[in-house]
């Protein structure tokens, strides 16, 4: 099988064909460092380290390319708020952020540029666009004028009214039309400001990834990936960028997105205060269950982070630990065939998540010890493949409850029928020796769970 995606640009799922299968090229939008990341900024970047793990292991090289906006309005804010140097914000929040990425079970990409070390490549793309008619110079502003580039919005597929009505909050008197966006903008004393043909300025968002980009992976490059919020305006104005000083083919061929996330069903917000960030959340749980979580919905799905969703991805990867757990592993086993087949089909997680509960139930079904190593070590080969499973199996029942799953779930099933026989004081017997373990039962619906209290 063959990698397929779906494409924003086309709107279609369509098979994958790199333009040089001998050196695939991927960016994904980095974070603006001024703050600490939320659990809905993490979603792109497990996501795409999927894809990134995906495609190295289906072609030779890979260049993967996230960068780090370390100048932006909301940094300055940021910094004049705290009383903090602007320099040692994103040095602390880029900390941050790696830390993150690292407990995630990020790979790290292969080129991390920041945008502060790249301005004279941004000037000269602004230069670029100002030869060729696609930009003007107005009251020490550039701005790239929307009108001069046909082809504009036909990524957001927005058409004239809507662009203005997202352009509208940045209505001001140097814009010839409202649609128009900032390129360069002067900075006042005391704000970081570059030497330019323009004054003393600073770039403006979006020039940062097209320059960037134009770099490390050319004119034209493979995948461009990023959360469906950035659609409009920040992708539809870097592809009009570069593809004004490069041609209309230029930039990236495939387009990635990934839904948004909610928390118990709602935007996460601060004045909510169902606000989570992932520093906050990485006291409280393992970096592998919040992975667990992001992958176990599709990447185009909306995403509900909840008390149930988190706890249900625990109990898999208890499950999942717990299946090769004590066995003899040989590293030499290759990935199951049906993970490839899911994740080649527009990156299935959820689908590939089951395979790995199918490999360990072949654990457990299998007779002989020889089988179930075998199929053990299948099932930790497999979950490279989605970054899940790396963890020593006994480190991660450390500090949790010293009875086994099997034991537990014994004497849920001895509960149960104490409860059909109507056996209620034995029943209760079994829910308090469970507790004592630390394992706590709910009797749902669907059937009693538990979960490590
Ligand atoms: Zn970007």
Redesign the pocket.
Request: with cysteine.
């Given at each position: 099988m063959a990698l397929i995606l779906y494409n924003t640009l086309t709107r279609r799922k369509e098979p994958f064909v790199p333009l040089d299968s001998n050196s695939v090229r991927l960016?994904v939008?980095?974070p603006t460092v001024y703050d600490f990341a939320h659990i809905g900024n993490a979603r792109p970047y497990v996501i795409f380290d999927v894809l990134n793990r995906l495609l190295r292991n289906m072609y030779p090289k890979v260049t993967y390319a996230r960068?780090i906006?370390d100048i932006d309005d909301k940094i300055i804010k940021a910094a004049k708020e705290n009383g903090e140097e602007i320099n040692e914000l994103t040095k602390r929040t880029s900390h941050y952020f790696w830390e993150d990425m690292k407990a995630l079970g990020n790979l790290p990409p292969d080129v991390e540029p920041h945008a502060t070390a790249h301005v004279n490549e941004m000037i000269s793309m602004i230069s670029c666009l100002l030869e060729k008619g696609n930009a003007y110079v107005s009251d020490g502003h550039v701005l790239f004028s929307v009108k001069s580039f046909p082809y504009y919005g036909q990524l957001s597929r927005c058409n004239h009214e809507e662009m203005i009505a997202g352009a509208r909050v940045d209505v001001a008197p140097y814009k010839k039309d409202p649609e128009d966006f900032v390129l360069w903008k002067p900075s006042e004393t005391g704000i970081p400001g570059w030497e330019s043909p323009w004054g003393v300025g600073r770039p403006g968002?979006?020039i940062?990834?097209s320059a960037m980009?134009l770099k490390y992976l050319g004119e034209t490059f493979d995948i461009?990936g990023?959360g469906q919020d950035?659609i409009f305006p920040?992708?539809e104005n870097?592809m009009a960028q570069t593809q004004a000083c490069f041609g209309p083919h230029t930039f990236a061929r495939v387009w990635l997105h990934n839904g948004m996330l909610t928390v118990n069903g709602e935007k996460m917000s601060k004045s909510l205060g169902n606000f989570i960030t992932m520093h906050e959340l990485l006291k409280k749980m393992k970096g592998e269950i919040v992975r667990f979580v992001l992958l176990s919905s599709h990447y185009r799905q909306p995403l509900d982070w909840n008390d149930q969703v988190v706890q249900q991805s625990r109990q898999s990867l208890d499950r999942l630990y717990n299946a090769f757990r004590g066995r003899d592993l040989n590293v030499e086993e290759p990935v199951f065939e049906p993970i490839k087949a899911a994740l080649e089909d527009d990156l299935n997680t959820p689908l590939a998540i089951s395979v790995l509960h199918d490999i360990a139930s072949r654990v457990h079904k299998a007779i002989h010890e020889n089988e179930k190593n075998k199929w053990a070590s299948i099932l930790k080969a497999s979950g490279i493949w989605l970054g899940l499973l790396q963890e020593d199996a006994e480190n991660w029942f450390k500090g949790k409850t010293g009875i086994e799953e099997s034991a537990i779930l014994s004497l849920i099933e001895a509960r149960n029928k104490a409860r059909a026989h109507k056996d209620f004081a034995k029943a209760d017997q079994v829910r308090q020796e469970l507790l004592k373990a630390g394992v706590l039962l709910e009797d749902t619906p669907q059937g009693t769970i538990w979960r490590h209290n």
């Open positions: 960016y939008c980095g960068n906006t968002w979006h940062e990834c980009s461009h990023g950035l920040h992708h870097e």
